[in-house]
Nanobody, 126 residues
Framework: QVQLEESGGGLVQAGGSLRLSCAVS????????FGWFRQAPGKERDFVAG????????SYADSVKGRFTISRDNVKNTVYLQMNSLKPEDTAVYYC???????????????????WGQGTQVTVSS
């Protein structure tokens, strides 16, 4: 019903910036909420940031508040994650996901999202 493809990952120095993009297929883009998650080796996949269907509501993990910004472009059918002041502990595979539930809330559970991209690697060196 929907496909997602992440891009923009790479290797950056601590304190640097990176912008991740998630290209989304389908004409129902504006009716879907999106989230960004990350998973480091040997750890669980955790919520990073989310944005509502309208784009008027966002949510962030405490560890990234003030550094990361999620946004969406309904014309380009793309979700973004702007990451600033990157730290080595931000190193992980980053995934975007789509939530089809009709709600004004941003949900944070991995089992609450319906479709996932393949992920993009972000590595932050000191």
């Amino acid at each position: 019903q929907v496909q997602l493809e992440e891009s923009g990952g790479g290797l950056v120095q601590a304190g640097g910036s990176l912008r991740l993009s998630c290209a989304v297929s389908g004409r129902t883009f504006s009716r879907v909420a999106f989230g960004w998650f990350r998973q480091a080796p040997g750890k669980e996949r955790d919520f990073v940031a989310g944005i509502s269907r309208s784009g008027g509501s966002t949510s962030y993990a405490d560890s990234v508040k003030g550094r990361f910004t999620i946004s969406r472009d309904n014309v380009k059918n793309t979700v973004y994650l702007q990451m600033n002041s990157l730290k080595p502990e931000d190193t992980a595979v980053y995934y975007c996901a789509a939530d089809f539930q009709i709600s004004s809330r941003v949900r944070q559970g991995t089992d609450e999202y319906d479709f996932w991209g393949q992920g993009t690697q972000v590595t932050v060196s000191s």
